[in-house]
């Protein structure tokens, strides 16, 4: 059976629904990076309203309709949104791409901020210890937040995976793990405190340094609403 006007219609508004409803929840920081939200929520907007227009001009089509049958798998993806929703990457996915890491020369990294420990990102901290042969981390106790994973060798890792763009993109920042590691499974949320260790290891993926961090203490915490950085 070809696809009529009426079920185009009715593909364009389930697209335009699921769309608009991950776009109203945190459940599209899912997919897409946060600064995103406003062109997915138009996205969804324009989906509806070209289903009206389609639906409005249904009594010009053809006795046998126009479409071919393939034009049904564009209602696939809604209703995998609308129904499962699936989570955002983790463990599973650390070992198929190397890790992120951005090559930036030691005047790139001012003096961390006051307090002990300081928050940083997983980036700025493997930036820091890679490239700036940790200067700026120094007698500096840091506290990170990312998921356990394991790799190649069944090494303990801290991830957190980085968007460019969106999901499809995403790159892990890996970084070793040493110290006080908990006994816990692989996608479990950490926070961690320790400070950062000479160490290093070359991702098997990429090439690129794998720094490490000696855990003084760990405590493990809800996935954030926004899994990634």
């Known amino acids: 059976m070809a696809v009529n006007r009426t079920a185009q219609s009715l593909i364009l508004v389930l697209l335009g629904v699921a769309v608009l409803r991950i776009g109203v929840t945190d459940q599209y920081l899912r997919y ?19 289903a009206v227009a389609t639906w409005r001009h249904r009594e010009h089509e053809h006795e046998h309709g126009h479409g071919h049958r393939v034009a049904w798998l564009l209602a696939l993806p809604a209703l995998v949104l609308l129904v499962l929703a699936p989570p955002p990457l983790g463990s599973g996915a650390v070992n198929q791409a190397g890790t992120a890491i951005d090559g930036r020369s030691a005047a790139d990294f001012p003096a961390l901020p006051d307090g002990d420990p300081v928050p940083v990102t997983m980036l700025d901290y493997a930036a820091r210890a890679v490239f700036d042969q940790g200067g700026s981390l120094h007698g500096r106790r840091v506290r990170l937040t990312g998921f356990l994973a394991t790799g190649p060798a069944g090494e303990p890792l801290l ?51 794998i720094p490490f961090l000696h855990i003084e203490s760990a405590r493990q915490v809800p996935a954030p609403p926004n899994a990634y950085e």
């Open 32 to 50: 897409v990076k946060e600064g995103l939200r406003p062109f997915l929520l138009a996205a969804g907007l324009l989906l509806l309203v070209t």
């Open 159 to 209: 991830v957190r995976m980085m968007l460019t763009c969106c999901a499809s993109d995403a790159r892990p920042v890996k970084i070793g793990l040493r110290g006080r590691v908990p006994a816990l499974p692989p996608d479990t949320w950490l926070e961690v405190t320790g400070t950062r260790l000479p160490e290093t290891a070359t991702d098997e993926v990429n090439g690129q340094t």
